[in-house]
């Protein structure tokens, strides 16, 4: 069964980091471009990053660069979020998605996606 895991979510306060991770099993993540996406409260669902198969290239929303790493290691078929100097308007539960044929980065339809993991930015 194909599956991609998210964890790493959870309470923190503001100026705090956070790495989330996006595991996979039953595929090899190395083929796929991967985005972490994130979906606020009442909010539609918004791209955050994105990173290439070959990882050589990524992409940030204006709202988190500077602040957030995109990063994946092949041998463990991860992909990372390292989130910091957050700010309590990244509370958002946070998907990643892969795609192995993408449109303008992770911009397009994504083939596979995570249930999401919460991140809490309060004091």
């Known amino acids: 069964q194909l599956q991609l895991v998210e964890s790493g979510g959870g309470l923190v306060q503001p100026g705090g980091s956070l790495r989330l991770s996006c595991a996979a099993s039953?595929?090899?993540?190395?083929?796929?471009?991967i985005g972490w996406f994130r979906q606020a409260p009442g909010k539609e669902r918004e791209g955050v990053s994105c990173?290439?198969?070959?990882?050589?290239?990524?992409n940030y929303a204006d709202s988190v660069k500077g602040r957030f790493t995109i990063s994946r290691d092949f041998a463990k078929n991860t992909v990372y979020l390292q989130m910091d100097s957050l700010k309590p308007e990244d509370t958002a539960v946070y998907y990643c998605?892969?795609?192995?044929?993408?449109?303008?980065?992770?911009?397009?339809?994504?083939?596979?996606w995570g249930k999401g993991t919460l991140v809490t930015v309060s004091s």
């Open positions: 039953g595929f090899t993540l190395g083929y796929y471009y």
């Open positions: 990173i290439s198969s070959s990882g050589g290239s990524t």
């Open positions: 998605a892969a795609v192995r044929y993408p449109v303008l980065m992770c911009r397009g339809r994504m083939d596979y």
